[in-house]
C-alpha cells in the first residue's frame, strides 16, 4: 500500500499542510525542530489512533489552537481510501470514506505503517524487556489470539503476586496457588508457542535479506530463550512456590522470556559493534515488515525517522537498493544527502511547519 | 451527593448531577419515597439460605418453585447474571450465586465466595448437573477450573458455558478467538438449522 496524500490541520507546528506523496522514497529533510518527525507521527496516528510516543491529544494540538485534524488517502489493494481524524473539544472522531467509525479499534489495520527510529537498537543493546516488547508487539497485530492470551496472561500474574503476598501474610493458603498456576500455563504455553515460532520466521526473514543485501554477517542465528519451556510451564510453577514466596514474585515464566542474536557464533549484544548492531536492528525490521506483508498481503508503508545513524556509507548503499524494492518509504532526515539522490521519488523541503516538494534536491 | 451517587457503578459526576436536580425539580415527595425504600432496602432483603440470590424472604422463588428441574445447578458470579440468565426463559434448573470470582487483588479467595453451601447442595444427592456460568474471564475462568476440581469428587456432571457465534452476528465481523471457539463447538444439523 501507499499514501498519496497527506492532509495536516493544526497539529503539531503545522497550521495547515497538504502533501502529495509519491510512490517510492520520498525524503523529508529540514533542520532540527522543523517538524519533520512530526509529519511522520501523523502517519502513525492515523493508523493507530496514537502518536510514537503515545503523547496525549492535547500535546499534539498545534500551540494557541483547540483541535487538530489529520486526513490521508492511500491506495490498498488497487483502491483509494480516506481516513480521517478530528480531535477538538477533548474528543476524537475517526472517519473512512466519508463514514464514522464507532471505535478506534475499527481503524486500526486499515492502513499499515511500521516506524523504524534510532530506539530500534534497543532490541539488541537493551534488556530483555525491550526484546519481548518488540516480540509481542509483532506478534500481536498479526494473531488477536496472542494479544489476549498476552493481556490474561499478564492480568493472571498480577494475580498470582496478590496471592503470593497474601499467603505470606497469611491471608490465604498455599494450595490456592494451583489453580492459578493452570491457567497462567494455558495462556503461556500459547505464547511460548507462538514466540518460538516467530523467532524461527524472523531468523529465516532476516538471513535471507542478509545473503539478498550482501551484508558481512557470517553464520546469522537467533536463539529463543524461554524462562520456561513449553510442556513445563504448570510443572514448574508449582515446584517454584517455595522461592517465590521467598520473592514475593512469579520468578519464571514467559514474562522472563528472552531471545539472542548471534553473529559467528557470539552474542551480538556483547560483541558486535554499534554499527553492526544498528544495521542488524534495520534488518530485524525489515523481516518484520515481510511478516506484515505476508500477514496483510501487502507491503506496509515504511516510515524511517533519522535511522540511518551510525552506519557507514558501503552498508547504507546496500540499504538503499533494498528500500528501492518496497512500494513506499517515508524517510526523515536532517540532511538532504542522507541516501543517494538518485533513488529518490520526491524531496520535501521541511522548514518551520511549512513542506515544500521538489523533484529534485534543492 | 453527587459525589456519593457519583461512586455508583454505571453512574458518572454528570449523570449524578442529573439524578439529584431531578429530585430537586420534583419536590420533596418524591425525594421522601426514594428516601422511604432506601431505609428499608436492607431490613426487606433477604439472601436465598439456598442459592444465595437476593429475595424477598428466607427462601426465593426460583428455589421453592416446584416446577423447576432440582437436579440441574447453574453457578454464576453475581445476582446480576442470574437476572440475565433467567430473562431467556429458557433455563429450568435452580441457581447458586457465587458472590463474585476468585481475585487476590481484590482480596477474594474461596472463603469469600459461597462455595461451601454449593458443596453441601451438590453433595445433597439430587444434582446431575453442575453449569458453571463464570465469566470468561481470567478470574471467571480460574474459579471455573477451581468448582470443577471440587466437584470431581462428587458424581455430577460439569459443564461449561457454550460460547459462540451471537444470534444474529454477522460472521464477518466477529473477533477471530470467538470463532474459533464456536467451531470448536460445533453442533449437527438436524431438524432445524437454528
Known amino acids: 500500500m501507499f499514501i498519496k496524500h497527506l492532509h495536516l490541520k493544526n497539529f503539531r507546528n503545522y497550521e495547515n499542510a497538504s502533501i502529495d506523496l509519491d510512490r517510492g522514497i520520498n525524503l523529508f529533510f529540514g533542520e532540527n525542530g522543523s517538524g519533520k518527525t512530526n509529519l511522520l507521527d501523523a502517519t502513525h496516528y492515523i493508523s493507530y489512533g496514537k502518536s510514537v510516543r503515545n503523547s496525549p491529544e492535547d500535546e ?13 488517502v492511500f491506495e490498498k489493494k488497487g483502491e483509494d481510501c480516506t481516513l480521517s481524524v478530528k480531535y477538538s473539544d477533548r474528543k476524537k472522531e475517526f472517519w473512512k470514506n466519508e463514514m464514522k467509525l464507532e471505535k478506534k479499534s475499527d481503524l486500526i489495520g486499515e492502513l499499515t505503517v511500521i516506524p523504524f527510529s534510532p530506539e530500534d537498537a534497543d532490541v539488541i543493546s537493551q534488556g530483555s524487556a525491550q526484546r519481548r516488547r518488540a516480540l509481542d508487539i509483532l506478534l500481536s497485530s498479526v494473531d488477536g489470539e496472542y494479544l489476549k492470551s498476552l493481556r490474561w496472561y499478564n492480568k493472571t500474574l498480577r494475580q498470582r503476586n496478590a496471592l503470593l503476598e497474601r499467603i505470606r501474610n497469611k491471608e490465604s493458603l498455599e494450595t490456592e496457588t494451583v489453580h492459578w498456576d493452570k491457567m497462567l500455563s494455558l495462556y503461556g504455553e500459547y505464547i511460548v508457542h507462538e514466540r518460538g515460532k516467530m523467532i524461527e520466521i524472523l531468523r529465516d526473514n532476516i538471513s535471507r535479506l542478509a545473503a539478498e543485501m550482501e551484508t558481512p554477517f557470517e553464520n546469522f542465528d537467533m536463539e529463543y530463550r524461554p524462562s520456561l519451556k513449553r510442556g513445563e510451564i504448570a510443572e514448574k510453577m508449582s ?85 528501492t524494492s518496497y512500494p513506499q518509504v517515508l524517510l526523515a532526515s536532517a540532511d538532504g544527502n542522507v541516501i543517494s539522490e538518485k533513488i529518490v521519488s520526491a524531496f520535501f523541503n521541511v522548514s518551520g511547519g511549512y513542506v515544500e516538494k521538489n523533484k529534485k534536491n534543492k | 451527593m453527587i459525589e456519593i451517587l457519583a461512586s455508583f457503578p454505571g453512574l458518572g459526576k454528570k449523570s449524578s448531577r442529573r439524578i439529584v436536580f431531578h429530585l430537586l425539580e420534583k419536590g420533596p415527595q418524591t425525594a421522601f419515597k426514594l428516601a422511604e425504600s432506601l431505609k428499608t432496602l436492607h431490613e426487606k432483603t433477604y439472601f436465598c439460605l439456598s442459592c444465595g440470590s437476593i429475595s424477598d424472604r428466607d427462601e426465593c422463588h426460583i428455589c421453592k418453585d416446584p416446577s423447576r428441574d432440582k437436579t440441574v445447578i447453574c453457578v454464576v458470579e453475581n445476582f446480576i447474571d442470574q437476572i440475565i440468565l433467567e430473562s431467556t426463559n429458557f433455563y429450568n434448573g435452580l441457581y447458586h450465586v457465587l458472590g463474585g470470582a476468585l481475585s487476590p487483588l481484590d482480596g477474594i479467595g474461596p472463603e469469600k465466595l459461597s462455595i461451601g453451601k454449593l458443596l453441601e447442595r451438590v453433595g445433597s444427592g439430587d444434582v446431575r448437573e453442575v453449569i458453571i456460568a463464570t465469566n470468561p474471564s481470567p478470574e471467571g475462568n480460574t474459579t471455573a477450573l477451581y468448582l470443577a476440581d471440587l466437584m470431581s469428587d462428587f458424581r455430577v456432571t460439569v459443564t461449561r458455558l457454550g460460547r459462540g457465534i451471537p444470534v444474529g452476528g454477522d460472521i464477518d465481523l466477529l473477533d477471530l478467538e470467538t470463532i474459533r471457539l464456536s467451531l470448536e463447538g460445533r453442533i449437527q444439523i438436524k431438524k432445524q438449522v437454528d
Open chain 1, 60 to 72: 499534539l494540538v498545534r500551540f494557541s489552537s483547540t483541535g487538530f485534524a489529520v486526513s490521508v
Open chain 1, 239 to 323: 515446584a517454584n512456590l517455595g522461592r517465590d514466596l521467598k520473592s514475593l514474585t512469579t520468578t519464571q515464566g514467559p514474562h522472563r522470556d528472552d531471545f539472542v542474536f548471534y553473529i559467528n557464533g557470539q552474542d551480538a549484544s556483547k560483541f558486535a559493534s554499534r554499527g553492526q548492531q544498528r544495521l542488524l536492528c534495520f534488518m530485524f525490521r525489515l523481516a518484520e515488515v515481510d511478516i506484515y506483508r505476508d500477514n496483510a498481503g501487502e507491503y506496509p508503508v515504511i516510515v524511517i525517522d533519522e535511522a540511518f545513524i551510525e552506519l557507514d556509507k558501503s552498508t547504507v548503499l546496500k540499504l538503499e537498493d533494498k528500500l
